[in-house]
């Protein structure tokens, strides 16, 4: 029941966050990598972090950094790629959990989701027998995962339940009392509140802003001012925890963009080309942490005189690779004269589906055919020359030897590959080193990297 205080009268909200969720996976499958700082994202030169765990946090690495600035803050760290396959099976047992308790289970991404346990077959939703049922819930979740953790907030509201689960990082649970709302968020930054990004921050700071405590000192009408009618509404309604947003199931995205405005009009081929790396790169790592893929790239550009014109590729597969939406994004700017330069560029994707489909040679927006692993060409049934895919031993990836048995690729360069043959069940293990082509040594399964 909503209450004219702008939340519900029990805490009846869940909310879940899985405990540095790709790196712990990749901690749970590689036994000689507990315990110790492991990275996840992009390795080439322009990659990004997607996932740090808490061992490499503490030496000051957090998603979306550049990997470049990661490996010098954790030179010692275990760098991998994605295994986007196998952070889907945990996260579809986690949604699984989740489904059990309530009809209404809002995935956010593959390691988030609000649940409204008041839908539920739930009776008793008193703090002490939620703070039971968030452990029960924590508990059977590590068991049929195979040793993952989660942090479970609950509260009157999705904010509260947010702010909660935030509170009980890493591995705890947190419930907010009903009427203890104000309380609990008045010493949080101001950042805590959802749309609140630096841009705003900066705004904020100006009147004097830190906490959220201070955005309650402040008028509804200089909040209007500094922010806008309607980020200033929003933000006044949150610092006085009033957030009556329902829990909705089949919350589906249709696309994902990154759109980057400039101070002055960019003319540069190069400066462009970098940002469409940056942008992929970023909206790849949205899309692998909803569990998608996209089959239309898009890419928006914004003239001096503010006509905007976009150009779209619908591939005749799907893709989470941050390399493919960066090599078509760019082929479509090759459509468009830039000498009057742009004042905005965005990279987009949409048409999502659950399963890669993704062909070995995409077209590019030209029609070519292109891929970026070759060794030789052969001819197709068609007469066109195209070149042999062979399989990427990236940082990570699962393998499988017929001697040795199962593994993971620890690193490969100079025609070799090396891996450690280790499985979560078998504890950590040895390290060898093979000839790329070796033909006892294979992939077990596609790995999707980000790039």
């Given amino acids: 029941m909503q209450e004219g205080s702008g939340h519900r009268r ?8 899985l405990d540095a969720f790709f790196a712990a996976v990749e901690q749970r499958d590689k036994p000689s990598l507990r315990g110790k700082p492991v990275i996840v994202g992009g390795l080439g030169g322009r990659g990004v972090v997607s996932t740090a ?63 409204d346990l008041a839908a539920g077959p739930i009776d008793d939703l008193s703090p002490d027998a939620l703070t039971a049922l968030a452990q029960r819930l924590r508990a059977t979740l590590t068991e049929r995962t195979g040793g993952l953790t989660a942090s479970v907030g609950v509260g009157t509201s999705k904010f509260m339940a947010k702010v909660a689960s935030e509170l009980a990082k890493p591995d705890g649970v947190r419930v907010v009392v009903p009427g203890t709302e104000l309380e609990t968020i008045a010493d ?14 900066e705004r904020l700071t100006r009147l004097g802003v830190t906490t959220i405590a201070d955005i309650r000192a402040l008028s509804r009408g200089e909040l209007l001012r500094e922010l806008g009618k309607a980020q200033g509404e929003a933000v006044h309604a949150l610092a006085y925890a009033r957030d009556t947003r329902p829990v909705v199931t089949g919350r589906e995205a249709k696309s994902i963009s990154i759109e980057d405005t400039f101070e002055g009009d960019v003319t540069d081929r190069a400066e462009l080309d970098a940002v469409i790396e940056r942008d992929a790169r970023l909206v790849t790592m949205k899309l692998a942490g909803q569990g998608q893929f996209a089959r239309t790239i898009t890419l928006k550009v914004k003239r001096p005189d503010f006509t905007i014109l976009s150009r779209s590729l619908t591939l005749h597969g799907a893709t989470d690779r941050a390399d493919t939406v960066a090599r078509i994004a760019r082929s479509l700017l090759d459509g468009i004269p830039i000498e009057t330069g742009f004042r905005l560029l965005g990279v987009g994707v949409a048409g999502f589906t659950e399963a890669a489909q993704e062909e070995l040679f995409e077209p590019d927006a030209a ?4 891929t970026s692993i070759a060794t030789s060409e052969t001819t197709t049934g068609e007469g066109s020359l195209r070149p042999r895919w062979v399989p990427s031993f990236t940082p990570g990836a699962d393998v499988e030897h017929d001697a040795m048995g ?19 069940e078998t504890g950590p293990g040895p390290v060898r080193t093979f000839a790329l082509d070796d033909p006892a040594l294979r992939l077990v399964a596609a790995t999707t990297p980000v790039e």
């Avoid at 029990?10 to 966050?17: E, F, G, K, T, V």
């Avoid at 029609?367 to 292109?370: Q, R």
């Avoid at 199962?406 to 979560?424: I, P």
């Fill in 10 to 17: 029990d805490a009846s909200i869940l909310h879940l966050d």
């Fill in 53 to 115: 765990s808490y061992e490499a946090r503490a030496f000051g690495v957090h998603s979306a950094m550049p990997m470049h600035e990661a490996r010098r803050l954790c030179p010692h760290g275990a760098y991998l790629t994605g295994r986007f396959g196998v952070y889907r099976e945990a996260s579809a047992i986690v949604m699984g959990l989740l489904a059990e308790l309530s009809p209404l289970v809002e995935p956010l991404s593959l390691d988030e989701a609000f649940v």
């Fill in 188 to 201: 949080l930054p101001a950042r805590a509140i959802p749309g609140v990004g630096p841009a705003t921050m």
């Fill in 367 to 370: 029609g070519a055919t292109v």
């Fill in 406 to 424: 199962r593994g993971w690729v620890w690193g490969s360069g100079l025609g070799r590959v090396t891996v450690r043959f280790e499985t979560a």
